[in-house]
């Protein structure tokens, strides 16, 4: 479950430092400098880039200034475009809207053992987690896979940490295998990963004995396709309204087309902007962000990707 989005700001780009090669972390402030409502380790916020693009990136810290947010962002070629932009084009001083913070990866403080586990890029939310459970004192261990070494951020810090255990896949000749850290962990341990989607898969495919509830994992891209079968009527409940989606259509597209006002952002069921609560119907999920019983309970759903196996949906919009 999301926490409440907050309404985007203009802030201001402060600070643009080299954190690992291809990788900067960017600092946005608000305007007067004042402070930031706080945040938790695992949440994102939203960038909206000056071409029109909004991107969803992860806070690198929960607990440094009170006045800053810091992600922290990999020049990738393989993306849709958004972190070339950014590297290419944002400039210290350039003002943005900022949306958010939001948290679909939030971290269970009290457990007795947690296993953090990043691959690449992925290691911001894990390491602003770490960062957290080492202030308070919690046990922990993190493993953090890059390619190579010159890719890893917050090298100087993990490695200060006994809980820290690096694995590069160049000097190793392999991956990381995930199956000997889950086995191994304590009894009742709570996971979290984040990173690039074969390591995601593997982390499933490890843990997938585990009680669900333990299991915690981060998606930046969708996973499934979005539904666009169509073919059924969405009731909004407040307004009265109603629409009927063709096939080759989601949900958010037709209800933006027909001048309802939704919160939106990743469009493809990554960051929880979109998230709707259910009056009646069968949603048809396809998010990466709500759990399994959450699915089933179907009490909201994303509109961006998810669609409805039932011919009649009633939101509460
Ligand atoms: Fe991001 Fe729907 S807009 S989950």
């Excluded at 090669?21 to 909206?48: C, K, M, S, W």
């Excluded at 009742?188 to 299991?215: D, I, N, R, W």
Aim: one cysteine or more.
């Amino acid at each position: 479950m999301t926490t409440t989005p907050q309404t985007p700001v203009d802030m201001r780009l402060t600070a643009i430092r080299f954190a690992a090669q291809d990788t900067n972390l960017y600092e946005f402030r608000l305007p007067d400098g004042a402070a930031l409502p706080p945040v938790e380790p695992g949440a994102h916020i939203d960038i909206h880039l000056p071409n029109g693009m909004m991107r969803q990136y992860s806070l690198v810290t929960a607990d440094g200034d009170p006045t800053a947010y810091v992600v922290g962002i990999k020049r990738d070629r393989t993306s849709r475009g958004g972190s070339i932009f950014i590297h290419d084009n944002l400039r210290v001083g350039q003002m943005l809207k900022i949306g958010g913070p939001r948290n679909n990866f939030p971290l269970k403080e009290d457990a007795a053992h947690t296993v953090l586990i990043a691959g690449g890029i992925g290691v911001t939310p894990i390491w602003c987690m770490a960062q957290r459970l080492q202030k308070l004192g919690r046990p922990y261990e993190l493993h953090y896979a890059c390619r190579d070494r010159s890719e890893a951020a917050f090298m100087e810090e993990m490695q200060r940490l006994t809980q820290a255990k690096l694995h590069f896949d160049a000097e190793a000749g392999s991956f990381l295998d995930l199956r000997p850290i889950v086995a191994n962990a304590p009894a009742g341990s709570h996971f979290y990963c984040c990173g690039p989607l074969p390591m995601l898969e593997g982390y499933e495919a490890a843990t997938k004995a585990l009680p669900p509830e333990q299991v915690h994992v981060e998606y930046f891209t969708a996973r499934e396709e979005a539904a666009t079968e169509g073919g059924y009527v969405v009731e909004l409940r407040r307004s009265g309204q109603e629409f009927a989606i063709p096939e080759g259509r989601t949900i958010l597209q037709v209800l933006r087309e027909g001048g309802v006002d939704v919160p939106y952002s990743c469009e493809e069921g990554v960051c929880g902007a979109c998230e709707t609560a259910v009056v009646s119907g069968q949603p048809d999920h396809r998010d990466n962000i709500l759990t399994e019983s959450e699915r089933k309970a179907s009490k909201t759903m994303m509109i961006c990707c998810s669609g409805s196996k039932s011919p009649r949906l009633v939101l509460d919009l």
